[in-house]
C-alpha cells in the first residue's frame, strides 16, 4: 500500500516540477480564477450588505427609531419625548423628524423624492449628513426656505440616474417643491451625497417649513425620533430602556426598519445561492475539459505506464495528486488575491454600483467552504478522466488503436 | 528471490540452450513440448494437448517455481493456437490465424515478416500487452490465459520487459528514473532500486547521464535507457517491437551489440521484431510471418 502511495506521489510531483509548465500555470491560473469567481458574489453581497448597515445607522436611522403609536400619524409632544430620551446615559442625541413625500420642479424638470423637515441641529448629533454635503452647506437652524438636495435629486455630481433627476441643479438655483396640494420655492443651499442611491434621493428642509406645508405648524409633532447611542451599545438594550422610561411609541432598532434593504438583502441571498450552484457546476465543467484534456495527452504515457506493470490505481493516484495540487494552489492564490488584493483595494476604492457604494468582504467560513468544494470538484474531474482512460487497452493507449 | 534462482537455473542451461540453436525448436502444430511436465507428445495434435491442459491449471508464481524444480525446463514462452481478430469497422480482419509457438529459455529470436503481416501483434500476445481471441500463450509453466488483468500487470512488472520502436521513456522522469520506476512499484527500497538502476545504466554505457531527461539524449542513447529499463528487474523475457527502425546502423549496431551481451552472458531470453536481415542475423533463429500465418 505504501509504496503504491509512494509511486504516485513520485509520479505526480515529476509531473509537476518537469512537466509542462505552462499548462501548470494555467491549470493553476483557472483553478484560482474559478475560485475567486466561486466567492466574489458573495463578497460583493457581504461588502454591499456591510455598507447597507452603515448606512442606515449614519445617514438615515440612527440606531434606534421611535414612531407614532398604533393608528397615530404623529408623535404628539416630540421635544418632550426628546429630552426624556436624552436623559439616557448611553444617548448621544436625538432628531425628531417630518417626513412626506414630495414632488420637485426645476425649469422643465420634474420628479417625486422624499422631503424630511429636521431640525438641523439636532440631526447633527445623529447622523452625518452634515459631511455628505459635497457643494454648498448643511442646513443651519434658522434657515426658513432652504433645501437639502441628495445628488440623486440634484443631479450631476455622478448621479447613478442622472436622467430621472432635475438633471443639474446647482446650489443658489431654485426649485419649486408641492407637498400636499401646495407649492412653494426654495433655495438650493446644499447638495449632498452618501454615494446610495436610495439615500441621496431625498431633500432636507427646516421641520418649521415642513410643518407649515403640513398645516401642522407650531403643534410639535413629529414622525419619527431617531436616537443615536454610543458606540458599541445594543440596539435591543436600548430599547429595552427606552421602554423602562415609559414610552408608548414604537421603537424599532435599525434592523428591523431596513425592511426593504433586509428584503433586498435576501433577494440577493437567493440570487447569490443560484449564482453558487450555476457557479459550481460552470467551475466543475472547466476543471473537468482541463483535466481532461491534459490527462488526454497522456494517453501514451499511461499506456507505457500500464504496460511496465505499473497499477492503474497508482495512475489514476498520481493524476488525483496533481489536480489536488493544482487545486490547492488555485485557492490559496484566489484567497491570497482577494483576501490581500481585492478585497483591500474596493474598500479603498469603492465601487459605484445602483446601490451605492460596494467593496469586496471575504467571509472565511465562505471561502473554505467554496476551497473544500474546488477540492472536490478537482477530485472527481481526475478520477474521472484518469480511471476511463486507464481502463481502456494498451492497444489503444499506446498504439492508439 | 525467485528471479535470482531462475536466473541461476537459467545460467546452468544456457550453454545447452544455445547448443540446441535452431534446429530443435518445435514450432507449430507437429511437435508439442508441454511446457511443465515436459512430456513429449511427438506428433499429436493440439486436441491432445488441450486434453492435458487440467494437469496445470494452477496459475501464477506458484507454477513458475515448480517448473524450475524440474529439469530440462526449456521452453520459457508457449503460444497455442493463437488467434488474434480486429474488427475494421463492420469487417473482421483475422490478423493471426491460429500460430503456435515455442522460444526456449536463453533463446534470442527474431519475429520477422512482411509489414502488416502481424509481428506487433503477435509479440503482444506474446508479451501479454493484448489478449488472445483465442488459444494460450503460456510463459515459464504459467497459463497467462487464466489471468485477470491485475494478474497480467503484476506478471509484467515482475517477469516481462518491454523495449519500444520509439523508446517511450516517460519524458517527465530521469533516465535512471526511467528506469527504476517498476522496481519502486514492485517495492524495493530507495537503495536498492538506485543501485540497480545504476548498475544496469552502467551496463548499457550510460552510467554518467543518470539524471539526463530523455528529451536531452540521442536517439540511440534513449533506446539504450529504455533497454535499461526493460533489463532492471531481470526479466524472464524481453520483448523488441523493432528496437532499431529509428536509429542510424550504428546505433542499431550499439543496440544489437548489447542485446546479444545481455543474451549471452545473462542467458537473457530476447524476442525482438525486425525488418532488416542483418539484424536477424544477431538472432539464434527466426520465426517468418506472412498473412497472419508462420512461414
Ligand atoms: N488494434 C487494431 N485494430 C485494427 N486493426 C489492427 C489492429 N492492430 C493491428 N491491426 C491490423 O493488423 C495487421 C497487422 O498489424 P501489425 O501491426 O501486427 O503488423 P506488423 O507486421 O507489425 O507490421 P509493421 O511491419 O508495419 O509494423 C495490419 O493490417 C493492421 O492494420
Ligand atoms: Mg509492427
Redesign the interface.
Known sequence: MLEKAKVSFFLASRTITRGNKGITIFTVIVLALIFVQLVLFSSMLAGVTLKFNDLMVDFQTGNVVVEPREEERYIEDASALQKKIESLPQVVGTSARLKTSGNFHYKEKEMGATVYGIDPEDENFVTDLEDAVISGEFLSRPDRGEVILGREVSGGFGALMESKSLGGVEVGDTVEITISGKTREFRVKGIYTTRYFMVDAGAYISRADLEEMLGVQDRDFAQEIAVKTIAGTDEYETRTALLSLGIRENIRTWREFAGILGLIESTLGMIRDIMNVIGLLIAFVIIFVVIYVNIVNKKRQIGVQKAIGIEQNVIIASFVLQAMFYAGIGVILGFVFMRFGLAPYTAAHPVDIPLGSMSLKLDDVEAINRAVLLFLASIIGSVIPAYTLTQKDLLELIWGK | MENKIEREMEKETENKNIEIGTENIEIGTENIEIGTENIEIGTENIETENKNMPDKKEAGTEIVVKALNEKNVDTIIEGIDIVRT?LMGEVEVRVLRGISVKIRRGEFVAIMGPSGSGK?TLL?QLGL??TPNSGKVIINGADTSLMFD?EK??????N?G?V?QDY?L????TAS?NVY??L????KSKAEYESAAAEIMEAVGLGDRLSQ?PSKMSGGQQQRVSIA?ALAHNPIILFADEPCANLDSKNSKEVLDLFKKFNKELGQTIVMVTHEDWHAEYTDRVIRLKDGMLE
Do not use: K, V
Request: without cysteine; hydrophobic residues 45%; positive net charge.
Open positions: 480486429f506487433t503482444n500487452l493484448d491485475r500487470g503484476r506478471f509484467r512488472l515482475h516481462l518491454y519500444f517511450a516517460l519524458p517527465e522522469l528514473e520506476i517498476s519502486m512499484m514492485q517495492g531527461l529499463r
